[in-house]
Structure formats: structure tokens, C-alpha cells
């Protein structure tokens, strides 16, 4: 049997089970007969990737001075995130080292075969 959504001139708005499609509205609870709703879009379940590598931890400092269960908890989401880029190649982005990240490359990071920004010699 399907869901339905109903509303009614009350204001009230319900879902209910009916038998078909050509099935009557079931009464609402001030006796008027409600009007069938449009379908609203039901999402069952949403995935997630999970953390990126720019996410994870860059420094000591950043894994709480290397507290034992930050570091695992961050273990365990890079070992989940590269089981997930293995399967979705898509999902793995830029995979070269980071060379700096902190100071002037704190906001956008170094990595390898990148031009340093201002360097003059090319």
C-alpha cells in the first residue's frame, strides 16, 4: 500500500496508507474530505565519503600532541577514505606531497611541482 500526503482546509496535514491510487481521501479530523498532496522526495538513506586528506591533520600539534586516540581515530578515516578512493578513483583528488603548509602557504599549501609563488627565477 502506498503513502500518501493529504491536507486539509483546516490546515492540518497528514500522511496515510491507501489501498490504490484511485482509493478515496480518509476523512481528516474536522470531517472535511483533504486534497492529495504532490509526492514529497524521500531520501532512505545518504552517503558520505567521510573526511578528505585536507582534512586530516597536518602537524603534532594537530593530532593533540600526538593523544593516542586522536591519532587512531585518524587512522581509521584514512584507511576508510583510501579503501574508498580505491573503489572511486574520482574521489581522491590531489595526491601530491605537501611541501609547505604553514606561514604564507597556510591558506593554499605547497605541493610538489607547484611554482613558488613570487619566485623569480624561471
Given at each position: ?9 483546516c ?11 484511485s482509493?478515496?481521501?480518509p ?21 558520505s ?30 584507511t576508510?577514505?583510501?579503501?574508498l ?14 611541501l ?21 627565477a624561471?
Amino acid at each position: 500500500m502506498p503513502i500518501y500526503d493529504y491536507s486539509c482546509e483546516c490546515g492540518n496535514r497528514f500522511e496515510a496508507l491507501v489501498p490504490s491510487f484511485s482509493s478515496p481521501a480518509p476523512a481528516c479530523g474536522c470531517g472535511s474530505v483533504p486534497h492529495r498532496l504532490p509526492p514529497a522526495v524521500r531520501l532512505g538513506g545518504v552517503a558520505s565519503a567521510g573526511p578528505s586528506r585536507d582534512d586530516a591533520p597536518k602537524s603534532w600539534r594537530g593530532t593533540g600532541n600526538g593523544d593516542r586516540e586522536t591519532v587512531r581515530h585518524w587512522h581509521r578515516q584514512m584507511t576508510r577514505r583510501e579503501k574508498l578512493e580505491q573503489k572511486y578513483p574520482e574521489l581522491a583528488g590531489d595526491r601530491r606531497p605537501v611541501l609547505a603548509h604553514e606561514g604564507r602557504f597556510a591558506a593554499a599549501p605547497l605541493r610538489a611541482g607547484d611554482p613558488v609563488p613570487g619566485d623569480s627565477a624561471s
